[in-house]
């Protein structure tokens, strides 16, 4: 099966920081953007921030920008999340999924090789 596997998320108290992992599993991610989403209790899933395939243009929703950071090692297969100055309302189970280009353009069913997610939760 071709999907991503999310790993690294936690509980973190309010302020904390976390590194998320999103690994390709039975496919090459260097052919493809990546994109993060996340999906809280009772809400939609929602984008985060999504980088090109070389890494060389990344493009974050308003509430990831300053705090959160995208990168990508296509020799490592692996893309990662760095967040920082979490707040509650970043509580979610967070995912990531493939697509041709970073666009917002492109509807969330076209996207491929989405992993089973991880929990981020952010609480006192």
């Known amino acids: 099966q071709a999907r991503f596997v999310e790993s690294g998320g936690a509980l973190v108290q309010p302020g904390g920081s976390l590194r998320l992992s999103c690994a390709a599993s039975?496919?090459?991610?260097?052919?493809?953007?990546v994109r993060w989403f996340r999906q809280a209790p009772g809400k939609e899933r929602e984008g985060v921030v999504c980088?090109?395939?070389?890494?060389?243009?990344?493009s974050y929703k308003d509430f990831a920008k300053g705090r959160f950071t995208i990168s990508r090692d296509n020799a490592k297969n692996t893309a990662y999340l760095q967040m920082n100055n979490l707040v509650p309302e970043d509580t979610a189970v967070y995912y990531c999924?493939?697509?041709?280009?970073?666009?917002?353009?492109?509807?969330?069913?076209?996207?491929?090789?989405w992993g089973q997610g991880t929990q981020v939760t952010v609480s006192s």
């Open positions: 039975g496919f090459s991610s260097e052919y493809y953007s």
């Open positions: 999924a493939a697509t041709s280009y970073c666009t917002d353009w492109i509807s969330i069913t076209e996207y491929l090789h």
């Open positions: 980088i090109s395939i070389d890494g060389g243009k990344t």
